[in-house]
């Protein structure tokens, strides 16, 4: 059983500890974002579980891929299609 500073088993003891947890090592899908086919409608920053799609000024500008856990969600809500799922191993 977990007994670190934050929690033990499923319990979060404390809140803001998100970032202290990088998903991205065990990931094995990578979203790949194109700037080209995104229209800044957003619609992916909220959907995303791990708060890890940054924009500034109603621009898309990172996917913090340390935080990443590759679920898809982010390609599958995307209108456009402007973020594509790609195996972790293939070179992006
Ligand atoms: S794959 Fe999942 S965790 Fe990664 S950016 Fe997309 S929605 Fe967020
Ligand atoms: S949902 Fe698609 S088009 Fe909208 S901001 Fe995200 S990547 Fe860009």
Not at 4 to 12: K, L, Q, V
Not at 47 to 54: A, T
Not at 57 to 81: E, H, M, Q
Request: proline share 4%.
């Amino acid at each position: 059983m977990s007994n670190n500073i934050y929690g033990r088993g499923a319990a979060i003891l404390k809140d803001g500890t998100s970032l202290d947890v990088k998903t991205g090592s065990w990931k094995n899908r990578t979203p790949v974002h194109s700037k080209e086919k995104c229209k800044n409608c957003m619609l992916c920053v909220p959907y995303c579980p791990e708060g890890c799609i940054y924009q500034k000024d109603s621009i898309l500008t990172n996917i913090d891929l340390d935080y990443c856990k590759g679920c898809g969600i982010c390609a599958k809500v995307c209108p456009f299609k402007a973020i594509e799922m790609k195996d972790s191993k293939e070179e992006i």
